[in-house]
């Protein structure tokens, strides 16, 4: 998923967020969640909450809400 050094691999960022956006019933109301995740994440590694600073904050909520479309039994509740 995330390579060292270098961010995220292109390849596999652009298969999520194609996956998220052809899933989707609405595609504005994707690209805004993906916006308020990446807006989240940027306050977070502004906090220094979260450790890794390679992974930009559009790149790391498009890799979290794929991943939450991709497994929901993980999500709490």
């Known amino acids: ?3 060292s050094g270098s961010g ?3 390849n596999d960022l ?3 967020g194609e996956s998220l956006v052809r899933q989707s019933t609405n595609r504005y109301l994707t690209t ?3 916006a308020f995740r990446a807006k989240q994440r940027r ?3 502004f906090d220094g909450l979260l450790e890794e600073s390679t ?3 559009v790149q790391r909520a498009i ?3 794929s ?3 991709d497994q929901p039994d993980l999500l709490p509740g």
Do not use: C, H
Request: aromatic letters at 4%; glycine letters at 0%.
């Open 1 to 3: 998923m995330i390579k």
């Open 8 to 10: 995220v691999n292109s």
């Open 14 to 16: 652009a298969k999520r």
């Open 32 to 34: 805004v969640r993906i």
């Open 43 to 45: 306050f977070d590694d």
């Open 55 to 57: 992974v930009k904050p």
């Open 63 to 65: 890799i979290e809400l």
């Open 67 to 69: 991943d939450e479309q």
